[in-house]
C-alpha cells in the first residue's frame, strides 16, 4: 500500500528556517514524482513545485520560485520541502503528493495527510 | 500563470446531476490532455477521481465523468449522493513544465 507520511504541525516566528517532510512506502521511491502544494485554510489548492526523486530534478511554480527549495533524501525515501526565512503569509496547510503513473501524466493519486505550519 | 477558473459554487438535488466547468487557455487545458479533478471533504486531503480528461482510477464510482472541448474541461457527478458534497478541484498541466489548480467549486447537495 502506497502511504505518504508528513511530519507534523509546526508553529514558528517569521525569519525562522523550517523543513518539513513526506516519507514515502510501500512503492519504488524514484520511480514516481512527488509534488507539494500548498492550501491556505479556507481557500484552494496552489502547485508549488515538484521533484523527480530519481535525480532530484526540480520544477517549481514561478509563484514559489526562490521562495522554497524542494528535495528528497533517497535513502531514507522522503521528499521534503524547505523555507529559509518564513513569512506569516507562508501559514497554511502543506500537502505532498505522488504522482498516479511513473511514466506520464500530470495526476496525483496518493497525498500525504498534510502538515500544518502556522507563521506568528 | 493564473489560476483555472471554476464556479464558486454548485448545487443539486439528491439523484440528480451537476456538471462543474474549468476554463483555461490554449496554453494548458486547450493544448494538454493533463486535466485531472479532485474532490476534497473538509479536513481531508484531495482525493483523485479523474486524470488525463476523462479516466477514472481504480476505486472511484463511475457516476464520476470527465471531458474537456477547447479550453474547457467539465466534471459531471450523475445520481447526486449526500458525500458528494465537497469541493472540487480541476487541475492542468502547462507550459514550461508548470501545473496548475483551479479555483475550486464547492458542491451542495440538496
Known amino acids: 500500500e502506497v502511504q505518504l507520511l508528513q511530519s507534523g504541525s509546526e508553529v514558528k516566528k517569521p525569519g525562522e528556517s523550517l523543513r518539513i517532510s513526506c516519507s514515502a512506502s510501500?512503492?519504488?521511491?524514484?520511480?514516481?514524482?512527488i509534488s507539494w502544494v500548498r492550501q491556505v485554510p479556507g481557500k484552494g489548492l496552489e502547485w508549488m513545485g515538484r521533484?523527480?526523486?530519481?535525480?532530484?530534478?526540480?520544477n517549481y511554480s514561478p509563484s514559489f520560485q526562490g521562495q522554497v527549495t524542494i528535495s528528497v533524501d533517497r535513502s531514507v525515501t522522503t521528499a521534503y520541502l524547505q523555507w529559509t526565512s518564513l513569512k506569516a503569509s507562508d501559514s497554511a496547510i502543506y500537502y505532498c503528493?505522488?504522482?498516479?503513473?511513473?511514466?506520464?501524466?500530470?495526476?496525483?493519486?496518493?497525498w500525504g495527510q498534510g502538515t500544518l505550519v502556522t507563521v506568528s | 500563470q493564473s489560476a483555472l477558473t471554476q464556479p464558486a459554487s454548485v448545487s443539486g438535488s439528491s439523484g440528480q446531476s451537476i456538471t462543474i466547468s474549468c476554463t483555461g487557455t490554449?496554453?494548458?487545458?486547450?493544448?494538454?490532455?493533463?486535466v485531472s479533478w479532485y474532490q476534497q471533504h473538509p479536513g481531508k486531503a484531495p482525493k483523485l477521481i479523474i486524470y488525463d480528461v476523462l479516466h477514472r482510477p481504480s476505486g472511484v464510482s463511475d457516476r464520476f465523468s470527465g471531458s474537456k472541448s477547447g479550453n474547457t474541461a467539465s466534471l459531471t457527478i450523475s445520481g447526486l449522493q449526500g458525500d458528494d458534497e465537497a469541493d472540487y478541484y480541476c487541475?492542468?498541466?502547462?507550459?514550461?513544465?508548470?501545473?496548475?489548480f483551479g479555483g475550486g467549486t464547492k458542491l451542495t447537495v440538496l
Open positions: 490554449t496554453s494548458d487545458i486547450g493544448r494538454f490532455k493533463f
Open positions: 487541475s492542468s498541466y502547462g507550459p514550461d513544465g508548470l501545473e496548475i
Open positions: 503528493a505522488r504522482r498516479l503513473s511513473s511514466g506520464r501524466g500530470y495526476s496525483y493519486g496518493s
Open positions: 510501500g512503492y519504488s521511491f524514484t520511480d514516481f514524482w
Open positions: 521533484i523527480d526523486p530519481s535525480d532530484s530534478y526540480t
